[in-house]
């Protein structure tokens, strides 16, 4: 992919939060590539950093969290901007956000206010970031809940969040995040504590207003499944770090790093024997004061190899044109360290 083709190129991205403890590295070098229209899933158990880059992007993260290196390169209209190097409080970052980059929040319920009507508040952002006056921008909010399928528009636009079931607050939530047209919609766990039918109603609708709007989209999850569904790229994170980045069929099929791997034997299968017991990765996620040194993933990782796991950083480094990976076992100790 080159430069002209990639809409958002991160570029080992790392983002840090002072404490009194110490500082922890929810993202500690994080790198992809974004192609316009096209689809990418950031994968990893909880605590990895994926909602953390997710925020990043925008630049909305909760203090003290600061962005503490790397790059966050925004390429449209023939501009190429670094997103990691302007303020986020500056009229150019909040006229990115909302109207050129869109984010849907993990829980809906927390991310209205409860103190104005759902709609009052899609109409603000619509009069934020489109030339439309108060009724127009009340005409588009209602044409908006009919995209994404809530019924009684005109009704419902007076509603507040608590009147809405759960499915009906994301779709509230995906109507906000569309209604300036974004060029990429970045959507943090759209599915969380939704019902099987409801997750594969909101999965439907991201990928028919996608095809729509043309927009380019990245999907925060842990479920593999809806990746396999839905995106064209994958990027699994472990404990901040990239671990490996790579078409979809690539990853599922010919997936290198231990971890990614793990994650995905022990994914329930049709084929599994009644009583078997499900594949797990061995270990937890060591908590944010206590990374392991060398590779993080070391403790947990069948394929250890003494001295140089336990001792070295891999890289997140090219294996071929399309994959990426972070792991000795595919690029030489000796070079990497040198």
Request: aromatic share 6%; net charge negative; charged share 25%.
């Amino acid at each position: 992919m080159n430069d002209k083709e990639k809409l958002l190129s991160v570029e080992d991205l790392k983002i840090h939060f002072p404490t009194d403890e110490g500082i922890v590295k929810a993202v500690d070098g994080v790198s992809f590539d974004l192609e316009a229209g096209k689809t990418l899933g950031i994968v990893g158990e909880s605590g990895c950093g994926k909602s953390t880059v997710g925020k990043g992007i925008l630049n909305i993260l909760e203090r003290p969290g600061k962005i503490a290196g790397g790059n966050i390169f925004w390429n449209t209209d023939g501009n190429n901007v670094d997103l990691a190097s302007i303020p986020p409080d500056s009229s150019t970052m909040r006229a990115i956000r909302g109207r050129e980059i869109a984010l849907v929040f993990q829980e809906p319920m927390t991310s209205f206010s409860p103190v104005h009507s759902v709609g009052n508040q899609i109409i603000e952002m619509i009069m934020l970031h489109k030339d439309m006056n108060k009724k127009e921008a009340k005409e588009w909010a209602m044409e908006l809940f009919n995209m994404v399928g809530i019924p009684n528009a005109s009704t419902r636009i007076k509603d507040y969040a608590h009147q809405f079931s759960g499915g009906l607050r994301q779709r509230a939530m995906i109507a906000m995040a569309i209604s300036c047209e974004p060029k990429l919609l970045i959507a943090d766990e759209p599915t969380t504590a939704l019902d099987v039918t409801t997750q594969a109603q909101i999965l439907d609708l991201l990928q028919e207003l996608q095809e729509k709007h043309k927009m380019a989209m990245i999907l925060i999850t842990h479920n593999l499944g809806v990746v396999a569904e839905v995106c064209d790229d994958v990027a699994v994170m472990y404990l901040g770090r990239g671990a490996e980045q790579g078409p979809v069929d690539s990853i599922f099929h010919d997936s290198k790093h231990p971890y990614t791997k793990g994650l995905l034997e022990s994914i329930p299968s049709i084929n599994s024997a009644q009583g078997e017991r499900l594949k797990s990765i061995v270990g937890s996620i060591p908590p944010p004061f206590n990374r392991p040194k060398g590779c993080t993933f070391h403790p947990r990782c069948p394929s250890f190899i003494k001295d140089v796991c336990d001792k070295h950083t891999p890289q997140y480094l090219p294996l071929n044109d399309v994959q990426r990976v972070s792991c000795f076992l595919h690029h030489d100790p000796k070079k990497e360290v040198e």
